[in-house]
């Protein structure tokens, strides 16, 4: 689990939560997302549909929605992932983060409550040790018929590939930037202000099919679209 | 960054509150709040070293600093950059810059009751 020691090693200890930025002077891409466009021809008719999106606080999104009469909740959990004190050991000693406090503190939300989820590249940057209890989190959240929209890399993407935050432009097109993880300044125990800003996310794995059918296995369905930018988009209906 | 306009109703930095806030005139918030605050019918702005934990009934609120509680608006929401809010939000218009935090529901009620 070196990767959540990697993760908090960018990272201060302390109270206050970090929060995703653009990075500076970054560009915004723009993407076609098949996913997405089958989406929106389900709820081109729909009214008052609930909506979750799991990325960094998009203001494009919330105005996307709200505009067509939908209500929409956004939550970031890959911020919300960074927080010190998820920090915990298992048996063995080796350092993961806590998924009881984690689901404890986010996605806290009635059964069947969403129509929609943006899950974006999520599955992909989070934790190891959070994958899968945020998967089934998922599924209870969501309304039998509901969709789940994940974008999965290839490994072709390489190591490296950049995290980004996702706006819906259009009903098929989508504006990517790329996030960086900042933390705040903050009074360290010797009393010296310390202030640090990481490059960002780290792809954690790359899932291949197999892997991601036997993630979203309790949902009734599910639909790959291949992407140019070495990316599948994953559709689910639970 | 916006400043309180003079003649505002104001509350510094260094002041903590801690129960029901209500009034009906604009307020400007620079301080800690812990409660519920009613400003029926005036705005409320949520200054940059304000911190809320509480709920909000206003006519018009902005937000540059942090912000724990839900947020009941009868006219508009504007969250600045520098806000930091989690709790769900109900207006009939909103306007969130980028850069903002938001981590709950945004629930827009036109004034046709739609």
Request: charged content about 25%.
């Amino acid at each position: 689990m070196s990767s959540v020691s990697q993760n908090f090693m960018k990272l201060f200890r302390g109270s206050s939560g970090p929060e995703t930025i653009p990075a500076q002077g970054s560009q915004k891409l723009t993407r076609r997302s098949s996913g997405l466009g089958e989406l929106s021809r389900s709820w081109e008719s729909a009214e008052n549909l609930c909506v979750l999106d799991l990325g960094s606080t998009s203001p494009t999104n919330i105005r996307h929605f709200t505009e067509h009469g939908h209500r929409i909740y956004s939550e970031d959990l890959l911020t919300a992932s960074t927080d010190p004190e998820l920090l915990t050991k298992d048996e063995q000693g080796n350092a993961i983060l806590d998924s009881r406090k984690f689901l404890a503190d986010n996605l806290v939300y009635p059964a069947a409550h969403f129509d929609v989820v943006f899950c974006w590249n999520l599955p992909d940057y989070l934790d190891e040790s959070l994958v899968k209890p945020v998967v089934g989190r998922l599924w209870s959240v969501l309304k039998p018929g509901g969709m789940l929209l994940a974008f999965f890399h290839t490994r072709d993407a390489g190591p490296d590939a950049p995290c980004h935050r996702f706006h819906i432009v259009g009903a098929d097109l989508l504006e990517m930037q790329k996030i960086v993880l900042r933390r705040e300044a903050r009074r360290g125990p010797t009393g010296a202000v310390h202030t640090a800003v990481s490059d960002g996310f780290q792809l954690q794995r790359v899932f291949n099919n197999r892997h991601i059918e036997n993630l979203f296995r309790d949902f009734a369905s599910i639909k790959f679209f291949l992407a140019r930018d070495n990316v599948r988009e994953v559709l689910v209906v639970r | 960054m916006s400043t309180p306009a003079s003649g505002l109703a104001q509350i510094g930095k260094s002041v903590v509150i801690k129960g029901e806030l209500s009034g009906s005139e604009d307020l400007y918030l620079d301080g800690l709040v812990e409660g519920s605050i009613a400003l029926k019918g005036n705005s409320l702005t949520v200054g940059p070293n304000g911190q809320v934990k509480a709920s909000i009934d206003a006519k018009a609120i902005v937000v540059q600093g942090k912000l724990d509680g839900n947020i009941q608006a009868s006219d508009r929401v504007d969250l600045r950059k520098s806000a930091v809010v989690n709790g769900d939000i109900t207006a009939q218009r909103i306007s969130i810059e980028e850069g903002a935090f938001l981590k709950g529901k945004v629930d827009i009620h036109r004034a046709d009751g739609k």
